[in-house]
């Protein structure tokens, strides 16, 4: 079993950047793909980022491409998602997720999920 715990959000002008922390617990950590996932005030929550178990590849959304990085540290057992440019449109709750083994943008194939951190970005 694994348990999430997300830190880093805040209030952050647009451009600016912020650096969000997700971290686990369990001895397991380094057998799961993780992800991060975003939902914005009346929005479904989306897709952001995820990891292999080994870091080895990752996957972004479009809309972060080229702005967000993922990495992960299996010996500290976290991972991390450092957001540059941030825009208004980035603003919601992050949610950090694991999924056994197998990497997937699909949200209902993630088994763990942490309890969310808000980012605001303003114009």
């Known amino acids: 079993q694994v348990q999430l715990v997300e830190s880093g959000g805040g209030l952050v002008q647009a451009g600016g950047s912020l650096r969000l922390s997700c971290a686990a617990s369990g001895r397991t950590f380094s057998m799961y793909a993780m992800g991060w996932f975003r939902q914005a005030p009346g929005k479904e929550r989306e897709f952001v980022a995820a990891?292999?178990?080994?870091?080895?590849?990752?996957y972004y959304a479009d809309s972060v491409k080229g702005r967000f990085t993922i990495s992960r540290d299996n010996n500290a057992k976290t991972v991390t998602l450092q957001m540059s440019s941030l825009k208004p449109e980035d603003t919601a709750v992050y949610y950090c997720?694991?999924?056994?083994?197998?990497?997937?943008?699909?949200?209902?194939?993630?088994?763990?999920w942490g309890q969310g951190t808000q980012v605001t970005v303003s114009s």
């Open positions: 990891i292999s178990y080994n870091g080895g590849r990752t």
């Open positions: 997720a694991a999924t056994y083994l197998a990497t997937t943008r699909s949200m209902d194939e993630y088994d763990y």
